[in-house]
């Protein structure tokens, strides 16, 4: 099974709660009233789209229905995948790579979102593409994060740099650094502390670690990505903005929309936080865990098949 084929089943639970309500409730209605507007509007809201992206999407189909681009409830649906599509689409979701040197990605996010998880899997992900990957264990709060990270890299093959449990998250930072430099790694990873309640602590370590790593590598790190639990729905956005206070994050990554009805909240991260969604998770194998194509996600939660 492909990963598109593997998305459109892992968004079922989305799509009977979005897209199938959408067509049942397109049904009920010969012709466009204020009546099926507003259950429209219920719809996108109890999808986990959330209330200032439903409001965008609802002033977008009013203004299809003055300019007789909706003309019956038939043409809701391919109308709201056109904009949800757009929405979607909208600024750059690549992770970017660096010119020279090694790629870091630093990845952040709270305990019990996959964040462990999702390194080692971006771990598979690229050793399979044929790249030379190292991992760093700088989440030092945790020992379990340390074992964890251990035994993904044990499981994918990929030589971890690690210190004690409560040592300096940047000192695990420049020793990881100095060893990709010096190995000549393509892709290093390094996994940070997922502790939201501190959040002047977690600004100031992951400062503290921006510093040490980009005078060693120029431009690093070349992402800051920010996992989310997919099944904490609007919650998710709520953490990402507290995030974004407390770090600059370039990226999010999406886990466990297999698992949920709330996968809607793509759309609204990308609408309301113009935030790049630049991985997503639909499963627990290792190849469950993708780069995020817009269409191809549009495509998946209408139900339709990807384009060849």
Same mark, same amino acid.
């Given at each position: 099974?492909?990963?598109?084929?593997?998305?459109?089943?892992?968004?079922?639970?989305?799509?009977?709660?979005?897209?199938?309500?959408?067509?049942?409730?397109?049904?009920?209605?010969?012709?466009?009233?204020?009546?099926?507007?507003?259950?429209?509007?219920?719809?996108?809201?109890?999808?986990?789209?959330?209330?200032?992206?439903?409001?965008?999407?609802?002033?977008?189909?009013?203004?299809?229905?003055?300019?007789?681009?909706?003309?019956?409830?038939?043409?809701?649906?391919?109308?709201?995948?056109?904009?949800?599509?757009?929405?979607? $689409?909208?600024? #750059?979701?690549? *992770?970017?790579? %660096?010119?020279?040197?090694?790629? +870091? !990605?630093?990845?952040?996010?709270?305990?019990?979102?996959?964040?462990?998880?999702?390194?080692?899997?971006?771990?598979?992900?690229?050793?399979?593409?044929?790249?030379?990957?190292?991992?760093?264990?700088?989440?030092?709060?945790?020992?379990?994060?340390?074992?964890?990270?251990?035994?993904?890299?044990?499981?994918?093959?990929?030589?971890?740099?690690?210190?004690?449990?409560?040592?300096?998250?940047?000192?695990?930072?420049?020793?990881?650094?100095?060893?990709?430099?010096?190995?000549?790694?393509?892709?290093?990873?390094?996994?940070?502390?997922?502790?939201?309640?501190?959040?002047?602590?977690?600004?100031?370590?992951?400062?503290?670690?921006?510093?040490?790593?980009?005078?060693?590598?120029?431009?690093?790190?070349?992402?800051?990505?920010?996992?989310?639990?997919?099944?904490?729905?609007?919650?998710?956005? $709520?953490?990402? #903005?507290?995030? *974004?206070?407390? %770090?600059?994050?370039?990226?999010? +990554? !999406?886990?466990?929309?297999?698992?949920?009805?709330?996968?809607?909240?793509?759309?609204?991260?990308?609408?309301?936080?113009?935030?790049?969604?630049?991985?997503?998770?639909?499963?627990?194998?290792?190849?469950?865990?993708?780069?995020?194509?817009?269409?191809?996600?549009?495509?998946?939660?209408?139900?339709?098949?990807?384009?060849?």
């Amino acid at each position: 099974m492909g990963f598109f084929d593997r998305l459109k089943k892992g968004l079922t639970k989305t799509r009977e709660n979005l897209t199938n309500k959408i067509e049942k409730l397109v049904i009920g209605y010969a012709d466009i009233d204020d009546e099926l507007l507003d259950e429209l509007e219920e719809t996108l809201i109890m999808a986990d789209v959330g209330i200032e992206t439903t409001e965008r999407l609802m002033t977008a189909v009013r203004k299809g229905i003055k300019k007789k681009e909706i003309n019956s409830p038939d043409d809701l649906r391919p109308f709201l995948q056109k904009e949800i599509t757009a929405i979607l $689409s909208e600024g #750059e979701n690549e *992770t970017h790579v %660096a010119e020279e040197g090694p790629t +870091v !990605l630093l990845v952040i996010g709270v305990n019990g979102a996959g964040k462990t998880t999702t390194i080692g899997k971006l771990a598979a992900y690229y050793k399979d593409a044929g790249k030379k990957v190292l991992l760093a264990a700088a989440d030092t709060f945790r020992a379990a994060a340390i074992d964890q990270l251990e035994s993904w890299g044990e499981h994918t093959g990929v030589p971890v740099i690690k210190h004690e449990e409560g040592a300096d998250p940047a000192a695990v930072a420049f020793d990881a650094v100095k060893a990709a430099k010096a190995r000549d790694v393509d892709v290093l990873i390094i996994d940070t502390a997922g502790r939201l309640q501190t959040k002047s602590n977690l600004m100031q370590e992951l400062e503290k670690i921006n510093r040490v790593i980009g005078r060693e590598i120029k431009g690093a790190p070349h992402e800051t990505l920010l996992v989310l639990d997919a099944t904490t729905g609007q919650n998710a956005v $709520s953490q990402a #903005e507290l995030f *974004t206070k407390a %770090a600059p994050i370039t990226g999010v +990554v !999406l886990t466990k929309l297999d698992g949920t009805a709330k996968g809607g909240v793509v759309i609204g991260i990308k609408s309301r936080l113009k935030m790049p969604v630049k991985w997503i998770g639909v499963g627990e194998s290792v190849e469950d865990l993708r780069p995020f194509d817009a269409e191809d996600f549009a495509r998946a939660l209408f139900g339709m098949e990807k384009e060849t």
